[in-house]
């Protein structure tokens, strides 16, 4: 791999920007809403803490992790070079599950918020044309013992009830599936990647942030915090699985589940090249970002959970709904307005790091290359990959509940944060030596206590979430060892290029 001279140019607060930039994002206008309402009520102000915590020990490590190779990269490109093939067929077959996953869930809560604007404009679309059958029959059945909801479908929906095929009742989430198509399209005929600064983006952000705290804390009706910690409680999925909630152990889940919010803040990690003092910046920088957006976040779901009960929070779109419930109009214009933007930005990097690493496994030998790695003749971009990245994410969004997607994002994250501090971990006995532009502090704190945080949320993720992360992970190992191990090029260099 070759290694280029980057320009030593970003100070500690240009990567801190970097790092709140890419931390806020769908996150905190998506997963709010579910982590409250079905992990841990109010009490999700302390799942922010954390998971922020959980974030800064693995952010260090994945620091370290990124100055081995001071380039842009994955985790994968990283895990290859550091620690071999098998250990990045790993780390590649985790990502492809996260980027899928996290677009598919992006995706949804665009559709949330879509919605939510166009009935500013009194447009309405068919309610089975906008929630997965699984999200549709659990609504249709709380409306059916709850007249506020009803008396809600009916007002944002011109059709409520689902109508059959063959007997058999049908609905689909349409809007996201049409994004991904569209955002497919656009990444098939190729993006120029800008270069310069996003302090404008990143004030954007935070700008919409502060108002929806601001302006939210004059609605906080405080008995809806009574009781902060909700007692623990069996709650039901709409695949009808059930899970516990609330108490000591919700905050915990529902640090896991809105762990998607903090996705990103490995940004600042992969600057280490560039950084003027890698040594102090990179960890200011990645700390004062978290801190910043841990601070942020706990405003905003304690606004949330403050004007709507936290039984009643809205899935789709928190933030607007808990804003259209006291009848502010513009706010919902202006929240949906920078969310639908916000997400789609963030639906088009996930789609083409999902991309990225298709081609860069298939260029190892990993996937088969003439596939993966096939470029289109006119725009020289891999658009049999993003094809069918593309069709699958679509899938996963029009039929999938969007709880269901981003567990498996979060655990597949999870996994890879676990991975690389148990690597850099490693790598700093077997290769004290080596040339790091940064180096974890206190790494035999750092390291264990980052595998302890991120592998406790796992666990309280459910069985059902392992079970879904360990058959896809068996899918990964039957792929390589039947076909990654004897077509990869480190492969073939062992046995004289055959």
């Known amino acids: 791999m070759k290694t280029s001279q980057l320009r030593r140019v970003l100070g500690k607060w240009s990567l801190t920007s970097l790092g709140i930039g890419a931390i806020i994002g769908a996150g905190i206008f998506v997963m709010t809403g579910i982590g409250a309402r079905e992990y ?6 302390l799942s922010f803490v954390f998971a922020g915590i959980g974030c800064a020990l693995a952010a260090l490590c994945y620091a370290e992790f990124a100055s081995f190779l001071p380039v842009e990269g994955s985790a994968y490109a990283y895990s290859y070079a550091t620690m071999g093939e098998f250990f990045a067929w790993i780390i590649g077959w985790d990502l492809i599950l996260e980027y899928a996953m996290a677009s598919g869930a992006v995706a949804v809560g665009w559709s949330g918020y879509m919605g939510k604007f166009l009935n500013l404009f009194d447009i309405k679309f068919p309610f089975w044309l906008m929630h997965d059958f699984f999200s549709a029959r659990q609504a249709l059945s709380d409306s059916v013992s709850n007249p506020t909801v009803m008396t809600e479908l009916q007002n944002h929906f011109t059709q409520i009830s689902m109508p059959t095929i063959a007997g058999i009742p049908f609905a689909i989430n349409l809007p996201a599936f049409l994004i991904v198509w569209f955002v497919t399209m656009i990444l098939i005929k190729g993006i120029k990647e800008a270069a310069s600064t996003n302090v404008i983006m990143v004030a954007i952000k935070v700008s919409v942030v502060v108002f929806i705290i601001i302006v939210g804390a004059q609605y906080i009706n405080t008995a ?6 909700p007692a623990r409680a069996s709650i ?5 699985d059930t899970h516990m909630a609330y108490g000591l152990l919700g905050i915990v889940s529902g640090a896991a589940y809105i762990f998607f919010a903090y996705i990103g803040f490995d940004t600042v990690s992969t600057h280490a090249g560039e950084s003027i003092n890698p040594k102090k910046d990179i960890p200011f920088g990645i700390i004062t970002s978290l801190i910043v957006c841990t601070i942020l976040y706990i405003l905003v779901s304690l606004v949330l959970t403050g004007m709507v009960n936290y039984k009643q929070v809205d899935i789709n779109a928190p933030l607007a709904s808990a804003f259209s419930s006291v009848g502010l109009k513009y706010a919902v214009f202006i929240i949906s307005v920078a969310a639908i933007a916000g997400i789609t930005s963030v639906l088009i990097v996930m789609l083409l790091g999902q991309s990225r690493v298709f081609f860069a496994m298939s260029k190892d030998g990993l996937l088969p290359k003439n596939f993966f790695g096939k470029l289109h003749t006119k725009f020289r971009t891999p658009y049999k990959a993003n094809l069918l990245t593309g069709t699958v994410v679509s899938l996963v969004a029009a ?15 999870l996994l890879a944060f676990v991975m690389v501090c148990g690597s850099v971990w490693i790598m700093r006995y077997r290769e004290p030596l080596r040339e790091r532009a940064f180096r974890t502090p206190l790494i035999n704190v750092v390291a264990p206590l980052g595998m302890l945080f991120n592998f406790g949320m796992m666990l309280s993720l459910g069985a059902h979430n392992w079970e879904r992360l360990l058959f896809w992970l068996a899918i990964g190992m039957a792929i390589y060892f039947f076909y990654g191990r004897k077509h990869s090029v480190m492969y073939k260099l062992g046995n004289g290029g055959k």
């Open 40 to 45: 841990a009520g109010p009490a999700l102000a």
């Open 224 to 229: 809806n915090w009574d009781p902060f910690i």
């Open 236 to 240: 039901m999925g709409p695949l009808g």
């Open 399 to 413: 039929m999938t509940p969007i709880h269901i997607i981003a567990e498996l994002v979060n655990i597949g994250t």
